[in-house]
Structure formats: structure tokens, C-alpha cells
T-cell receptor, first 115, second 109 residues
């Protein structure tokens, strides 16, 4: 299958700082990228959907000013958690797909711990 | 509303067969996906069904009945490494993925 690379895999940051997570599609052009967060023992929760070159669509309850998403190219999307707090500690996962009706491939995930 | 139902947890024995069911009610249908997720890792793609019937891929098979809003994932010759959560997801009319809560599969020797 296609490869999606997510970086970093783990990050620990201090409360109040910002963290940027990168998601790259390595061997295909990702017209759409998705960002999820997952709390322990829970299912994936979609945070936002981004299409290349346009603003991300955020799910209800997700603060767009806190979780900044940029999808500037067909192979790269970034999620920046601004002014992180301990409650933002979670597993963040990106996925990407090349077409509307194709499967989505997932990055390795980023475990964020805010101390 | 949109809803995906799958059992929370299942237990099976190494070498046996297990069937994980998924029922769905969504606004439109553009395919059903099964993903495997090991603890602490991101999901990996297992199968995609858009037409009725059975799709076989090695030890794993996936079945779909659109009229019944029903799918199952069948795992044969279970191995200890199959212990994971199995996520059912449906693509709705807007091509958005609606996720089930996942089924935690425990394999015992």
C-alpha cells in the first residue's frame, strides 16, 4: 500500500508551548488529509479534514485557532497544537487519500505529552 | 443520525476462526473499510467492500450486504499477533469516513 509518514512519533513539550506535527504522503498525491486524535482505549475522533490548497474543515468542538492545519502541497499537511496544555496530551494520527473513493492510509501517529 | 455498531470485545483461541460483525446506518454509502489497530499504533488498512459479497485476502475475508447494512470480518487460523482492535468504517455520501468504536480481539493460546 501507499506510504504516509508522520513525524515526530513522540514529543514531550511544556505547557504553553506549540508543537508542529508533519504528515507526508511519500508515493502518492494526497488530495485530502485527515487529522484524528485518539484517547486511550477509545476510537478515532476526526478533528479536521483538509484539501490541498484550501482551508481545513473542522469538526464540531475542535478549536481551529488552537489546532492549526496547513495543507500547502499535495504531499504535506501539518498540524500545529498551539499553547498546548496537559489535556491536549493524546495520540494524534493523520491519514491521506488520493481520491474520493479510495482507502485512506495512515501515518504512524504522534504521541504528544504536555507537561 | 449516522451510526456504526460493532462488539466492544471478543475472545478467541489461537488457530480458530472468529467473525467480527459491523452494522451501519449512514447517509449514503460509498464503501466499507476494515482496519486493524495494535495498541499504541496507527490503524492499518485491511479491506474495502463496496459491492455485496465476500472478499478474501489470505487469512482475512470481509463480507458486505448493503441491503442489510451489515458487514463482517472473518479471521481464520488465528495467530497471537492478531490480537488487536478491528475498526469498521463506512464512507458516506459525502465521502467522509464514519468510524465504529472498534472491536478489541483477544487471542488466547
Amino acid at each position: 500500500g501507499a506510504v504516509v509518514s508522520q513525524h515526530p512519533s513522540r514529543v514531550i513539550c511544556k505547557s504553553g508551548t506549540s508543537v508542529k506535527i508533519e504528515c507526508r504522503s511519500l508515493d502518492f498525491q494526497a488530495t485530502t488529509m485527515f487529522w484524528y486524535r485518539q484517547f486511550p482505549k477509545q476510537s478515532l475522533m476526526l478533528m479536521a479534514t483538509s484539501n490541498e490548497g484550501s482551508k481545513a474543515t473542522y469538526e464540531q468542538g475542535v478549536e481551529k485557532d488552537k489546532f492549526l492545519i496547513n495543507h500547502a502541497s499535495l504531499t504535506l499537511s501539518t498540524l500545529t497544537v498551539t499553547s498546548a496544555h496537559p489535556e491536549d496530551s493524546s495520540f494524534y494520527i493523520c491519514s491521506a487519500r488520493g481520491g474520493m473513493d479510495t482507502e485512506a492510509f495512515f501515518g504512524q501517529g504522534t504521541r504528544l505529552t504536555v507537561v | 443520525g449516522q451510526n456504526i455498531d460493532q462488539p466492544t470485545e471478543m475472545t478467541a483461541t489461537e488457530g480458530a476462526i472468529v467473525q467480527i460483525n459491523c452494522t451501519y446506518q449512514t447517509s449514503g454509502f460509498n464503501g466499507l473499510f476494515w482496519y486493524q489497530q495494535h495498541a499504541g499504533e496507527a490503524p492499518t488498512f485491511l479491506s474495502y467492500n463496496v459491492l455485496d459479497g465476500l472478499e478474501e485476502k489470505g487469512r482475512f475475508s470481509s463480507f458486505l450486504s448493503r441491503s442489510k447494512g451489515y458487514s463482517y470480518l472473518l479471521l481464520k487460523e488465528l495467530q497471537m499477533k492478531d490480537s488487536a482492535s478491528y475498526l469498521c468504517a463506512v464512507m458516506d455520501s459525502n465521502y467522509q469516513l464514519i468510524w465504529g468504536a472498534g472491536t478489541k480481539l483477544i487471542i488466547k493460546p
